[in-house]
């Protein structure tokens, strides 16, 4: 074992606060990282705050984790000491059930193993990207070719960048498509990037007038405040596919008016209570449907880092000291962000 150093939440009522702990020594099929930068996600603030009431103690937050391979086991061939490398939410998974077998592990029907708070249905607690190094099997990692000066900006793409792009691409959004976006955030300023990129036309729905015009430099071609009901009624049928970002409660009727016949709304935001229930009539009249994405496969979060190098799309961040994380858990949850609170884990120490 080696000692590891980071900050934890000791409990749902205290403040993270500096962590020593142990991570296992690298085995044969294992890669060391030495984490240069962690992405800071609404999921790391559920759980440290137990919201979800699911969260093992001491926790150590942290799925968008970016840094350099300091070892490797001899079994490992696709990576070597010096490389860049990333770790995303899954660290295991059964890797016998269907969903794993065809590369789908966010889906694994024996739960995945997080990369923090342990395994989905119960087992040892695992810790997170707020920590120096992290050890994790080679299946798991994967490969950065963003340049080196946009490796911060890489971070929250293992979340963030996942969360959005494996339901354009499992809904096969392209050039011809017609795309909305539901909510200017972390995930929704990604989702605009992606789409874009991918050759869509690109609607971003907002409550605030004010994001118009970063929405537009992103790449959406189109703002639509959504509290506006003439705006809403304009987009009344036309859109092809909805990603829905928004982590609260609400109506999802004025968003399912936009579709056209067979358009489906993808929900990826993750409130804490339900949404109110749809108006039937507006699904079958015009056989919309509405569903769910959860991050991706450890295959399909390569593909996404491979498309966002080659396109040059990083996530919009601000780079924070370790020991900010508690203010900018507070700033987070005011929206005082643009858009990524990215830790810079050379302040751990400092």
């Not at 000791?10 to 085995?27: K, M, N, V, Y």
């Not at 799925?63 to 061939?77: D, L, S, W, Y």
């Not at 959406?220 to 970002?245: H, P, R, W, Y």
Request: proline letters at 5%; aromatic letters at 8%; glycine letters at 10%.
């Amino acid at each position: 074992m080696s000692q590891a150093y980071g900050y934890a939440a000791l409990s749902s009522d205290q403040p993270l606060t500096a962590f020593a702990f142990e991570r296992r020594e690298p085995g044969p099929d294992d890669v060391r990282i030495e984490i240069l930068y962690c992405g800071v996600c609404h999921s790391d603030l559920h759980t440290a705050r137990n919201e979800w009431q699911n969260t093992l103690y001491p926790s150590v937050p942290g799925h968008e984790i970016v840094g350099r391979v300091t070892a490797v086991g001899g079994n490992v061939k696709d990576f070597k000491v010096g490389d860049l490398a990333g770790v995303g939410c899954i660290v295991d998974s059964c890797r016998s059930c269907a969903s794993c077998k065809e590369g789908e592990e966010q889906y694994c029907e024996n739960g995945f193993t997080g990369t923090y708070n342990g395994p989905l249905f119960g087992g040892e607690n695992t810790y997170g990207g707020y920590s120096d190094q992290i050890v994790v099997d080679a299946k798991y990692v994967l490969q950065i070719r963003h340049d080196e000066a946009q490796l911060a900006a890489v971070a929250p793409l293992l979340c963030a960048g996942i969360t959005t792009y494996s339901p354009l691409a499992h809904w096969k959004v392209g050039p011809g498509s017609k795309v909305g976006v539901v909510g200017l955030g972390g995930l929704g300023h990604m989702a605009v990037k992606i789409a874009k990129a991918m050759g869509a036309h690109v609607v971003l729905f907002t409550t605030s007038p004010n994001k118009r015009d970063d929405a537009l430099r992103l790449g959406a071609d189109e703002v639509v405040v959504s509290k506006d009901e003439a705006q809403m009624a304009a987009q009344g049928s036309t859109l092809d596919f909805i990603v829905n970002t928004v982590a609260a409660p609400h109506n999802l009727d004025p968003f399912l008016n936009a579709l056209k016949r067979d358009g489906t709304m993808a929900l990826v935001g993750a409130p804490d209570q339900p949404h109110p229930s749809p108006g039937v009539f507006n699904l079958i009249l015009k056989r919309r449907s509405i569903a769910g994405s959860l991050i991706g496969g450890i295959r399909e979060t390569q593909e996404m880092l491979d498309f966002c190098a080659r396109h040059g799309i990083v996530s919009d961040i601000e780079t924070i000291r370790m020991d900010a994380i508690n203010d900018a858990y507070e700033r987070m949850l005011k929206g005082d962000v643009k858009y990524r609170f990215v830790i810079d884990m050379a302040t751990l120490k400092a």
